[in-house]
């Protein structure tokens, strides 16, 4: 039987599992607002960036509350620090997704993705997904080779990302409006995943250094 | 005299407060290397950016030496927790300067800035510039007052980011390549002082937190 200790501290990680299935079904939600200028979807996304809000703090209040009652030491330490630096991104990516929720509202009921844009944004959609699903796994897991994978993953959201700039660049005749949308749109994607990128960098950094010191 | 402990605590305040001036000094240099084409200045602001990250290294290594060897509690846990926080945001704020900076070099010798912006982005540049002087007043005094005044200057950042996003939309006639990098650097001065507020509210929440215990 697990002492009360490392309850608490497998409840923070239960935490962390749960924000980042909310925040990887919000984005997956915000694609389909956006790829399909569905309004409903998209007020439903960004009235949950409220639980994902709630969530952060709750992990925040669990782990000063381990900080100050528990007062861990060693790997026990680097995971309270490292959940809470999670709790941050995990409600950074919630905020992305929401970004994306509100540019489909904006712009309902017209699509605000151009019809030729939509292959790209269809694909940086099912690599957002892709990998959120795969962060929550490795956050799950500690598997430090699935948290590497998220490096190639962020490669292809980066080519896509380069693809849709050129794109606007090539085609000087859009509507200006559309390019400060498809902008905005572009960077929110490639900033989700550099977000699941820095998450798998610090459970890395987790696991190698319980590793370094054993 | 003061123990070792509050030594150590009294330190991290000094490194928030270095790194707020230095983030602060790259982002007024940002706005120099962008207003005026200047390639030195920008390549300068790039290069610093790796200073911001060490002193953000530094600030995590010693939040944990801290929290390892001393257990503080109370105040002094908020205090840490705190600090741990404000150095990811503050990091963040490097990572915008340095983005500004690299639009700057990447249109040199040309101006990213057409001149009929150039009002807007020189006051977005001195707003920006004031919030991170305050900004750094704020985590040395932790003066509750102060920290407000950050919430009404973000106020001023978000009407000028406004004027910019309609003065693009009220002249499509403009180059595609000048509206994707108005659209970002318009949102890098716009995020670079939602940041600051941030650090303005974790400094009130740090202080309330105090009076509400005492």
């Known amino acids: 039987m697990r002492d009360v200790y490392h309850e608490m ?12 299935r909310l925040v990887g079904s919000m984005m997956q939600r915000a694609s389909v607002a956006l790829l399909e200028a569905d309004r409903v979807v998209a007020e439903a996304v ?3 960036d409220e639980a994902v809000d709630a969530v952060n703090n709750e992990i925040d209040h669990r782990t000063a509350e381990i900080l100050a009652l528990q007062q861990p030491v060693a790997s026990d330490l680097r995971m309270v620090i ?3 630096r999670l709790g941050a991104t995990l409600e ?3 905020d992305l997704a929401q ?9 309902y009921p017209d699509n605000a ?3 030729e844009l939509r292959p790209q944004f269809t694909q940086m959609a099912a690599v957002a997904n892709r990998m959120a699903a795969r962060m929550g796994e490795v956050i799950a897991s500690k598997d430090v080779e699935q948290a590497r994978q998220l490096e190639n993953e962020d490669d292809q959201m980066d080519a896509l990302h380069r693809q849709v700039l050129d794109h606007l660049l090539a085609h000087p005749e859009g509507a200006v409006n559309e390019t400060v949308d498809i902008t905005l749109l572009n960077r929110y994607y490639e900033r989700f995943a550099d977000h ?13 250094g319980e590793r370094t010191d054993a």
Request: hydrophobic content about 55%; cysteine-free.
């Open 82 to 84: 490292v959940a809470m």
């Open 99 to 107: 970004h994306i929720a509100k540019t489909a509202r904006m712009r």
């Open 92 to 94: 950074r990516m919630g």
């Open 196 to 208: 699941a990128v820095s998450v798998a960098r610090r459970i890395i950094y987790l696991v190698i």
């Open 113 to 115: 993705v151009p019809e």
């Open 9 to 20: 501290l497998d409840e923070l990680t239960d935490e962390l599992v749960e924000m980042s």
């Open 46 to 48: 960004i009235a949950d």
